[in-house]
Every structure is written in C-alpha cells, then in structure tokens.
C-alpha cells in the first residue's frame, strides 16, 4: 500500500460525504419514496386548550383521491403514549395526540388526512371540519393559571447546587449584583422539515425519517405500537439539521405507522413549516434571577442563580443549567434553585446547548455587570475568579484552558485597545461596542458498539448507527478508522443512521465524536489484532504499526469482522444493556463522582449600533476554543463557526411569538422568525487552542458542537453595553430596546 | 380535476408530464419526476432549498405551479456535474467545507451557478447579495461564499487558458 | 366545493374575456400568491398572465415609461436604458426578496398585492406612477395613491387587470433613493421605508419633490409639506436638518412585533435625513 493512514485522525480532510451532498445524491427522509405509497396531511388544532367536540368528515372524503381519515376514533388504543427521554422513555412528550379528544397545546395533530397524491390530502385536510369546545389557555409565566413547581418537587433525580451560606455571603460582601435575566422561546426550525415515510411489509416496520436517535426510535415506536422492536427499523442516512429536534421521537411518527398499518400502504407524510413549530420540541423561555457578591478585587464571595423554566401541563422537562453555572468560577458559597411553570403549551426539548446557552446568558452577563461595577477588566475579572477545581464538590476538572481561550481570542481581537467606557468607541454614527464571555459545555461520553469488516482487497467497512447531523460524523469516523487499521481514508466505507447497526448512542450532548471514535478505535485494534493472531505474522504484542499488504491475501473472500463496545468512564456495565434497548448513558459533565468533564471558550463579539436608528449589526465574532484533540480541524471549525453565528442569531434575532390571550404562536415561518441571512455576519474566527486531555477518554476527544454559541448571547448583551451604556437582561435584543439611547 | 399535461425540458432533456392545477413545480420534480435534489423547506419563498432554475433564471420552485413551466428550460441540481465530473462549485463546496447537513447545499449550488452565469466575476459583496435568497441553518455562510468566490476565480482561469489556446 | 381552473391565456383579449364571464385571481409571478395559500388547495380559478404577448416589459414612450405586468423586478434591475429617477426603485427591487424572488415577482403584482410593506409602493408614489386597467369596457389609469385602498386591498374591478405602470419622465435630471430599516440585513420585512425622487434645474435647484415613507400607515403616504419645502432649495446634504416632526402629519404609524409607533416616528426622521444626505451626495 502506498498510501500510509498515519495521522488520519487530527488531519485536515474534506467530508467523504461531500460529493453525495453537493450533486443531490443525499437521500434524507422525504427523498426515499415507495411504490403504491400514499400522502399524509395534518390537521392541527387552533385552539391550545380543551376538547374536540365533533369532527365531520363528509366534505374532505368527498375530495378526489383522499383515501383515509384518521382521528383519536381510529388511533385510540392503537397508539400509547410513553414517557419522556429524560424519565427513562424514549419521547420528546407525555402528550400523544389521537388517543383521546383532548387539546393540551396549539397546533397539536387532531386529524391526519390520506390522499392518493400530496395535493388531495392537502385538500382534504382542509376541508375537515373539526369542532371544538374550547377553554381558556395559559401562554407562560405570566398567566394566573400556571403551575409552578420546584423542580426538586417535580422530579427525583433534580438536584439543585449550593456550598456555602450564599445569602449571609451576598448581604457582606462589599460589591453586589442583583439582577435579572430572561431568554425567550425559540425554535430549532432545521431546514429540513419534519417528515416520516413508514412502510409495512411481512409484519415488519420500515421508518425513514431524520432521526438523532435511530436506536431510541427503534425501542419507542416498539413500545408505542405493541410490537417487538426487532420488527422495527430506523433509517436516517442524512438529517437536513437537527439542532436536538430530531433527538426524541416525536408523536407524529408512531401515528404515521399506525395509519400505514392499517391502511396496508406506505404512508410518506411532509408537515409545513408552521405545523413544525407545534408538532415537534423547542426551547423554552426563561427566567433567571442573578445575585453575585463580590470583594473590591473582584473575587466572588457569594453566587446564587435561581431559575425558572416553562413545560407543558404533564411534563417536568427541565434543562437546569445551574449545573454549569455553579461550576463556571471558584466561589465558596453558591446557591442555586430551578422551578418550572406548567403552561398549556407543547413540552419543550433539547435545543443545541439546551441548559447552557440560557443560563449561562444570565451568569455572563452578571459578570460583566460586576466588571463594570468593580472596575475591573472582564477578562481579568474571570482570570481572578478561575479555578481548576469546581467549587460544589471540589472536583478536579480533567481539563480546563478557559484562561488559555481568553488569552487566544483577546490577542487575536485586539482586547487590548478598548476603552472601558460605554458609548466611548465611535466610527461615524455607529457606536462600538465590544463583549466577551465564557463558554462551557459538558464532556459527555456514552457506551457505543462498532462493527468492523477487512476485505481483501484493502476496503473496510464500518458500521456503527451514530447519526451525521451535519457534524461530519462519517468523516470523523472514517479518518479513526484508517488511522487505526493503516488504511488510507478513501479505503473506509462509513455506514451509519440505521438501527440495524450495531447501537450508537443519541447524536446529542456532543458525545458523538467522543462516543463513536473510542469504540470503533477499540473495533480496529481488535480486528488488527486477530488478523496478525490469524496470520501468525507477528506476536500480539506491537502490532499497531505494521502494515497490512502482508496479511490481506491471507483473509477470506468476505474478509474478516470484529465487534467492539465501549464503556467509557463514569459508565457501569449496565450501560451497556441499556444501549441494546435504545437507551444513551451519557456519562460526564458534572455528574461523575470522581471528576468534572468541561470544554471551554472564550468568545468575543464586535457590534456596531446605529447612533439614530439604533440598528444593531455585527462586525467581528471571534471565538477561542480548548476542547481536546480535534479529529478534523475542518468540520470541527464549522461546528464551532455555526455555533457562533447560532448564538449571535439567538441574541439578535430568534424569538418564537406567543399571544398571550390563545397561547398561539403567530410568527410560525421563516419570514418571520429570523435567522441571520448571508450578509448579516462579515468576520467570523475560530481559534483552536491546543489542549491534551488524555484522561477524558482513550483518544482525548471533547464534544464541541454546543459549545460555540452558548457565550455568544452574553458577549452580544456585553457589547451592546459598551458600545451604548445600556443593560439589556432580555433576549434577543432588538432595536426598540434601544430607543431610550441617546443620539 | 382533469391533468394538465405539460412538456418541459429538465437539464437539456424534453421531459413531458401530467399534473394537477394546484400542484408546485417542486412537488412535481419531487414527486412525480424522482428529482429529489430540490428540497423543500417553507413552501413561501424564504428558504431557497428548492431553487432551481426557469429558462436560466434562478426560481423557487414552490413558487411555480407545474402547469406554470410548460415550454420552459428547467434545471435543477441533478443537471450540474458533467456524469462522475463534478461542476467548480460542487468541488469548491467541499473542499471550502460550505455544507454541514447539506439540506440547503443543492438550492445554495444552483442559485451560485445561476450567480456565475450571469456574472462571471462577482464581487464578494455581489456574492452575498445573489445568495441571500438561500437560508443556510448550519450557518456556513461565510464558507459558502468563499467557495463561490473560490469556484469562479477557477472557472475565469480556466475559461483564459481556453481563450489562449483557442 | 367547486374544482379551481388554471387559465393561461396567450392574448390580452382572452384574458380580458375570462376576467369578464368568470372570478379569477390573476397570477404574475406568485411569489405572494403561493406563501399565502400554504398548506390549502387552490380554491379559486388562477389566471396566469405570463403567457400574454405583445407585453414588451419595458417601454418608453411619448415620454412615459411604460411597465407592463410582466416586467419583474429583476427585469427593472438588468434595464440600462432607465434614468437615474428609477435607482429608488431599482434598490427597492434589490430588496424585495432573495434573486428568487426578484426573477418572479413582478412589479405591478406587488402593486396589486398591496401590502403595507411591500417595498416598491413608495418609489413609485415617488416617481408619480400610473396604474393602467384595462377591461371589456376599455382603458382608464388611477394613480397609485388613487389605487391602493388600504392593506391588501385596491380599486381594481373583478373584470378588470393591471396591464402597466406608466411613469412620465419629464427629462429634467433627477436623482432618487430608496430607504430601509429592517431587523436583519436582508429579506425582512420593513419597519419603515423612505422613497424619493427629486427632479432637478441646471443650477441643482430642487424643481420637484416627492417623498414617500411606507410601513408607517395602512397605505404608503407622499409628505407635501416636506417636498413643498425642498422645492426651491439648492440640493445639498444640509437639506436633511430640514427634515421635521410635523413633516410626518400623513403618516399614522402603530405599534406591531417589529417595532413601536414612537421608534417609527424617530426612525422615519431618520431616514429621510438620510435619504436627503445621500440624494446631495
């Protein structure tokens, strides 16, 4: 072999799965289609709160090609609800809509339509006459009838940070904030939409659609249609970006099986745009209330963040982030607390960096309200307050070069040049202003298995059903398993998205990398090693470096093959049964009882504020990141790239709309809920800075795709301060906030 | 409702099909036609992940009835590489890593060769401005427009060696 | 339930007649006419324009330009043969929508669709437009203010169709600017915009002025007060510190999720300094 694999892992390569995407060749879940298959169209409901009262189905059968109408009186019993992921279940939400006449939230499924082609069960769906009886509904926080709840009432498992006296510690110390923050709803609205196309065929169910989940589908659709999950297979081969939307199985996917059970016929369903912001997860809004105490020198003597977070009436989702945000910076006294308000809205979920971007908008903010109070600079404010050690249990962290990010992106931003005072930095009519923040985001690792096959002719194949979210997941993999087997890059086929693999855990938390890359590194060893044991080429004691060109005409004609699971630390042996039942045991973060697993940043926005019209535009974002070896400098920066943008579009533009008197959502498209368009963002740096970790996990690897835009939001709010004098604690920040700035 | 029969050229070939009056041109390409590179992502204009082009002239398709495109020069994603020879840009995109999921990739491929065609040499700004049509959720803009940037300064100097020898 | 018709005609005089016998919504471009049937089938018969000949997209003459129904806004952008009065309108057009939307969306059928933020209502009060409608019963023009009866509705007949847009063009040198503010760079939806077109003597006197602000009332507004002071006045940057409260009187701005009717009245101020400031430039 020519070609030597050594430093495969670590290079710079192009995706391998670049050519299918750039001709149109990737499939994702609505481009597979079916002979005899049929068309679904939903009917959402338009109130959030109360009953079906009658559905009359005489003008939309009467619709040429509509072939099936199906309500709670064909789905009830048929379908069961089950329980979220976070109780152990395989769901996004308790609520399963078709099992009973009940609205719990907006635009909740109350009918599906079947057509012989898209536009009958389009029309047929709307000719539907669907009545209700309709009860008053609770938006969010503010509304009399919301529930609210500690969350450790609500859930066993919560567990809410403290050390100290922090409330003795806030009222002595000689520097106090006290403020409040809060963070809107938010929807992931991938450019993909939420499609399913389910098939039948000897007993046996088919699902395509775009999953971060292959394996938990597999087991929830099994528990939710009655059937045995062998029966069951998952397909997702490409995902048109996920976000964390398509990580729980959503209620659409069960029914949609349900109906193409019944109806003997593949049934291909493709929801709207606006149906999306009802029929799947989202974030939720929140509300933080901040109090730091601080010496005249800047050093923390009390930090105490309580939280509180919408759900749904039945579920206690939560993401909780006080987990991180108790740990960012050494403190001896620390309290904390997280409730959630029970509204009449759809249960929220996982959005990229689902605890951290919110609560730690908060907690950043707060501290750049301490810098100004104190009078010291921001950067140097955390470099006093750093710690290797995380202040609730003393654990150590694995490794943590948060001071080493600042020091990175303040060189390369030029930090150095601010001037301190708002409103002090001008060019023309637009005031600058410049922020930073940290960011974190825990290091999780989750059992995998991998499945490794050596042809003769040099190809291998790997096959594990990790999920390509966008991440570069095949390339990722490709590149650990041709370091590791001595075979060049374009020699590994990479199979993953397919719960007929062996089990992957969720693409969420950022594990997969670090999962994914440990087991199929261990499958390689082992196939390596019975290859050399095979061939009596070499003794097992240092066969990493020897090439293969020897051994291969030695191997049958369909190759050899080696399995692998991995339990990574933190994990017991239990994590293993559970990924055989479609289960992730992330273990890390700050959960382990030993250590403290965090990636770390430091990221740095410049923005530019219109003296007079107060329009706010981004002029530089430049983020510095410390998270272990990087596989692929090349995906890896645009994870961290997008993540930076993510969180500049969170600060400035992303707010799902709620009307308070219906508790609907009325900005439901992509004309109205903005995300940033090409020539919203000019400068955008990521910096890599170098961090070896060899105790995280085998190969050193940090999760990154969450990181990079949990500090944005605070950096933006930081910026628009400097640049202006005014705290702005709500997000996003829009013009009008702005108004009261003088010209 | 009776079939609209249309003829249609789709990448050079005459295409003949029968449609509904109420059916988009995406959902024909998608559905009828097996042309699935044109994806679908809002159905209001705002994402351009189905963009195409209409007598070379960049289009979302789920602005366009079916009935709408009789006689007219469709192309879509599925017509840019030459059989196994992939376009400047379609390379330039991979190489320049300006696709993360990929969803929006074919309408953002499309709506830069319609840019190319037009305007051989664009500006950066000329760049953003013909892409901003196309929402890209992974947010790899920058890279996009470096690889359009990239892909056209390739195709000139190939096009001036051409010149040369010719 | 009746079955929707797609009708494409392939003269003005087969167009005219359907719109005579029968109920249609005309369709020129669809850029608006989709988005706001997502989700629905078609329930009304569509009539489709494009295929209408004779309709040269551009046009002068006996000094009018005439915009036919089926010129779109990139049609507008690519004419080299337009003067300077029509940049307002030509940067209108670069923001109507992505070059998707540019390439379909056509002049008169934003006109029609009458939005209170469609982006080229206020140039073309700027540029003094006519709407040309024909029907069975003949010809007759309105102007645009005369046109547009309030949010999304026009006093276009059932039986009537918007052939052109008809801008006199007096020859004078003139200079025009279209305005926007919008949360995000591109492809939003205006929370105010300005549009102007000043016609100018040798000695760079203001001989006319007609400004519009749109997204600050129900219908795109002209400001005489404002244009009845500039008329006159040497065309120069210190015109913007002109520009007064009591010049907005016509508008009747509201509060919406895009911004406040207070910030609206500051920001219209502003851009219309700033539109002064770059006509001067």
């Given at each position: ?743 | ?166 | 339930?009746?079955?929707?018709l797609y009708f494409r005609p392939t003269n003005l005089q087969e167009a005219l007649t359907a719109l005579s016998a029968n109920s249609w919504s005309v369709l020129a471009g669809g850029t608006d006419f989709y988005p706001a049937r997502l989700g629905k089938p078609l329930e009304e018969n569509v009539l489709d324009v494009s295929a209408i000949d004779g309709q040269e997209k551009i046009s002068f003459n006996d000094g009018r330009w005439r915009l036919s129904l089926q010129a779109t806004w990139s049609d507008l952008i690519a004419d080299n043969r337009l003067p300077a009065r029509f940049d307002g309108l030509k940067r209108a057009a670069r923001e109507v929508g992505g070059v998707q939307i540019q390439n379909r969306a056509t002049i008169c059928g934003n006109l029609c669709n009458a939005s209170p933020a469609a982006d080229g209502i206020p140039n073309l009060l700027a540029l003094d437009a006519q709407v040309e409608l024909m029907s069975l019963q003949g010809r007759r023009t309105l102007p645009i203010a005369d046109f547009v009866k309030g949010n999304r509705r026009t006093f276009r007949r059932e039986d009537e169709l918007v052939t052109a847009l008809l801008v006199p063009d007096s020859g004078r040198p003139a200079r025009s600017v279209f305005l926007k503010l919008g949360a995000r760079k ?96």
């Amino acid at each position: 072999m020519a070609e030597t694999a050594e430093g495969v892992i670590g290079k710079d390569v192009a995706r391998i799965d670049g050519a299918r995407k750039v001709t149109g060749a990737a499939s994702y879940g609505s481009d597979f289609a079916l002979p005899d298959q049929t068309y679904a169209f939903l009917v959402t409901s338009t109130i959030a709160r109360g009953r079906i009262r009658h559905i009359d189905e005489t003008a939309a059968r009467r619709v040429p090609g509509v072939i099936g109408i199906y309500t709670h009186r064909d789905i009830a019993g048929k379908v069961k609800a089950g329980k979220l992921m976070a109780d152990g279940g395989y769901l996004g939400t308790s609520i399963q809509p078709l099992t009973s006449p009940d609205i719990l939230h907006d635009g909740q499924i109350v009918a599906v339509v079947i057509g012989e082609s898209f536009e009958s069960a389009r029309e047929g769906a709307y000719r539907l006459d669907v009545a209700y009886e309709r009860q008053p509904a609770s938006a969010s926080f503010d509304d009399a009838s919301v529930e609210t709840v500690a969350a450790s009432e609500a859930s066993k498992t919560h567990e809410d940070p403290k050390v100290g006296d922090a409330e003795t510690a806030f009222q002595q110390a000689a520097l106090r904030i006290d403020v409040s923050y809060s963070t809107p709803t938010q929807h992931h609205n991938p450019i993909e939409l939420f499609t399913t196309l389910c098939h039948w065929s000897d007993g046996k169910l088919t699902v395509w659609e775009s999953s971060q989940n292959v394996w938990g589908y597999k087991y929830g659709l099994a528990e939710q249609l009655g059937i045995d999950p062998n029966d069951i297979r998952v397909l997702s081969p490409f995902i048109g970006g996920a976000f964390g939307s398509r990580g729980s199985l959503t209620p659409r996917t069960a029914i949609i099986a349900e109906i193409a059970r019944q109806l003997g016929r593949p049934v291909k369903l493709v929801p709207t745009r606006d149906q999306g912001f009802t029929i799947a997860t989202y974030r939720a809004e929140t509300r933080h209330h901040v109090k730091l105490g601080a010496t005249p020198d800047g050093k923390l003597v009390s930090l105490s963040h309580e939280a509180w977070e919408v759900t749904s009436r039945p579920d206690n989702y939560m993401v909780s982030g006080t987990k991180a945000t108790t740990r960012l910076y050494q403190c001896p006294n620390i309290y904390s607390k997280v409730s959630i308000t029970h509204a009449d809205r759809n249960t929220p979920g996982f959005m990229r960096s689902p605890p951290e971007l919110p609560y730690l908008f908060a907690l950043e903010s707060a501290m750049d309200e301490l810098a100004v109070a104190t009078g010291i600079d921001p950067i140097e404010l955390r470099r006093i307050n750093d710690t290797q050690v995380e202040p609730i249990k003393g654990l150590p962290y694995t490794s943590r070069s948060l001071m080493a990010c600042f020091d990175a992106g303040a060189k390369a931003f030029g930090w150095h040049e601010r001037n301190p005072k708002p409103g002090a930095m001008r060019d023309g009519d637009w005031l600058v202003g410049w922020g930073c923040a940290s960011t974190m985001y825990p290091t999780a690792v989750a059992p995998a298995a991998a499945k490794v096959r050596l042809m003769p002719d040099g190809k291998a194949i790997v096959q594990t059903a990790a999920h390509d979210i966008g991440t570069g997941a095949y390339t990722v993999i490709g590149q650990v398993a041709a370091e590791r087997l001595g075979l060049p890059l374009a020699n590994i086929e990479v199979q993953i998205g397919d719960s007929d693999l062996p089990p992957a855990p969720v693409a969420g938390g950022s594990n997969t990398t670090a999962s994914v890359c440990n087991v199929v590194a261990k499958a390689c060893d082992r196939l390596r090693q019975q290859l050399f044991q095979q061939s009596n080429a070499a003794s097992a004691t240092d066969i990493s470096g020897m090439p293969l060109d020897a051994v291969l005409n030695d191997l049958p004609k369909d190759g050899i093959e080696a399995y692998a699971e991995n339990l990574p630390h933190g994990t017991t042996q239990e994590g293993i049964g559970k990924l055989y039942h479609g289960h992730s045991m992330l273990a890390g973060g700050s959960e382990l009882k030993d250590r403290i697993q965090f990636a770390f940043g430091a990221e740095f926005v410049e923005l530019r504020i219109h003296r007079l019209t107060k329009e706010i535009r981004c002029s530089r974002l430049i983020g510095a990141f410390a998270c272990g070896r990087i596989v692929n400098p090349r995906t890896a920066r645009s994870q961290l790239m997008g993540g930076l943008i993510w969180g500049l579009s969170s600060a400035l533009h992303e707010e799902t709309e709620i009307d308070q008197a219906s508790a609907r959502y009325y900005n439901d498209d992509l004309a109205e809920y903005l995300i940033p368009v090409n020539a919203d963002v000019r400068e955008v740096e990521v910096i890599f800075v170098p961090e070896e970790d060899k105790a995280i996990n085998d190969l050193g690897i940090k999760g990154l795709g969450e990181l990079g835009n949990v500090g944005t939001n605070a950096a933006v709010a930081n910026a628009v301060y400097h640049a202006t004098g005014f705290r702005i604690r709500d997000l996003p920040i829009r013009l009008e906030d702005l108004l009261a700035v003088e010209s | 409702m009776s079939g609209i029969h249309v003829t249609t050229k789709i990448n050079g070939d005459e295409v003949q099909f029968v449609c509904e009056a109420d059916e988009s041109l995406l959902d024909v390409l998608r559905n009828r036609l097996g042309l699935t590179g044109a994806k679908e992502g809002c159905g209001t204009g705002d994402c351009g992940a189905c963009s195409v082009t209409v007598d070379g002239r960049l289009t979302c398709s789920c602005l366009v009835l079916g009935a709408e495109v009789d006689g007219h020069d469709i192309g879509t994603i599925e017509g840019m590489a030459m059989g196994d020879e992939l376009h400047p840009l379609q390379k330039k995109f991979i190489e320049h890593a300006a696709l993360q999921c990929g969803i929006c990739t074919p309408g953002f491929l499309v709506a830069a060769k319609a840019l190319l065609d037009h305007n051989p040499e664009p500006t950066e700004t000329e760049i953003r401005f013909g892409l901003a049509g196309n929402l890209c959720r992974c947010t790899g803009y920058d890279k996009i427009v470096r690889a359009v940037q990239a892909a056209a300064e390739e195709m000139n100097s190939a096009k001036k060696i051409q010149q040369k020898v010719a | 339930m009746k079955p929707s018709l797609y009708f494409r005609p392939t003269n003005l005089q087969e167009a005219l007649t359907a719109l005579s016998a029968n109920s249609w919504s005309v369709l020129a471009g669809g850029t608006d006419f989709y988005p706001a049937r997502l989700g629905k089938p078609l329930e009304e018969n569509v009539l489709d324009v494009s295929a209408i000949d004779g309709q040269e997209k551009i046009s002068f003459n006996d000094g009018r330009w005439r915009l036919s129904l089926q010129a779109t806004w990139s049609d507008l952008i690519a004419d080299n043969r337009l003067p300077a009065r029509f940049d307002g309108l030509k940067r209108a057009a670069r923001e109507v929508g992505g070059v998707q939307i540019q390439n379909r969306a056509t002049i008169c059928g934003n006109l029609c669709n009458a939005s209170p933020a469609a982006d080229g209502i206020p140039n073309l009060l700027a540029l003094d437009a006519q709407v040309e409608l024909m029907s069975l019963q003949g010809r007759r023009t309105l102007p645009i203010a005369d046109f547009v009866k309030g949010n999304r509705r026009t006093f276009r007949r059932e039986d009537e169709l918007v052939t052109a847009l008809l801008v006199p063009d007096s020859g004078r040198p003139a200079r025009s600017v279209f305005l926007k503010l919008g949360a995000r760079k591109y492809l939003v939806i205006s929370i105010v915009m300005v549009g102007a077109v000043l016609e100018l003597a040798e000695d760079s006197r203001i001989v006319s002025a007609r400004i519009a602000v749109g997204a600050c009332s129900p219908v795109a507004q002209r400001l005489p007060l404002l244009e009845e002071g500039l008329i006159g006045r040497r065309l120069e940057t210190a015109l913007a510190d002109m520009v007064h409260e009591r010049h907005l009187a016509p508008l009747a701005p509201i509060d919406d999720v895009r911004g406040t009717a207070d910030y609206r009245r500051d920001a219209v101020i502003t851009l219309l300094q700033r539109s002064l400031t770059e006509l001067a430039r």
